[in-house]
Each structure stands twice: as structure tokens, then as C-alpha cells.
């Protein structure tokens, strides 16, 4: 029979556990200054860069300060 190496235990690494299950929000369409938050305007998708995804019921009826283009990830700093 043979040994194994290692462990069977799986120890994260920091960056696999704030980034690997968590999706974050992004622009689904460019989005003009003033335009309101709502569900055909953001996404959901990995990695969670910018606002995380359990924000949705925050930001909904926000609206966005300036011009965003679409696919970029949502940041805090670009709503009113």
C-alpha cells in the first residue's frame, strides 16, 4: 500500500476566501448620469470586485452619478 502526502483538509488561502464564492454587481447596459437603479440595469457575476451582490436591496432606486459603461463592476462612489 502507499502513503499519501498532505492532508485531506483543505486549508483557503485568503484571496480564495473573499473572491471564490461571492459575486458581485455589474452594469448589464451603459448607464447615462441620473439613471435610476433597477433589475435591468445590474448583474450578477464573478469576482466580486466593487459592490457585493447582497447589496441588491440596497442600491435598488439609487441613481448613478456618471456615465458607466457596460460590464463594469458597480462601486459605491459611482451612486447618489
Known amino acids: 500500500s502507499f502513503k499519501c502526502l498532505g492532508s485531506s483538509e483543505k486549508n483557503y488561502l485568503i484571496n480564495e476566501k473573499l473572491y471564490s464564492r461571492n459575486k458581485g454587481i455589474y452594469l448589464n447596459k451603459n448607464i447615462s448620469k441620473n ?3 433597477d433589475e435591468k440595469t445590474i ?20 441613481k448613478f452619478n456618471k456615465k458607466i ?6 462601486k459605491w462612489e459611482d451612486l447618489d
Open 35 to 37: 439613471t435610476i437603479v
Open 43 to 62: 448583474k450578477f457575476q464573478s469576482p466580486p470586485i466593487g459592490i457585493e451582490a447582497k447589496y441588491f436591496n440596497r442600491i435598488i432606486g439609487m
Open 69 to 74: 459603461k457596460k460590464n463594469n463592476p458597480l
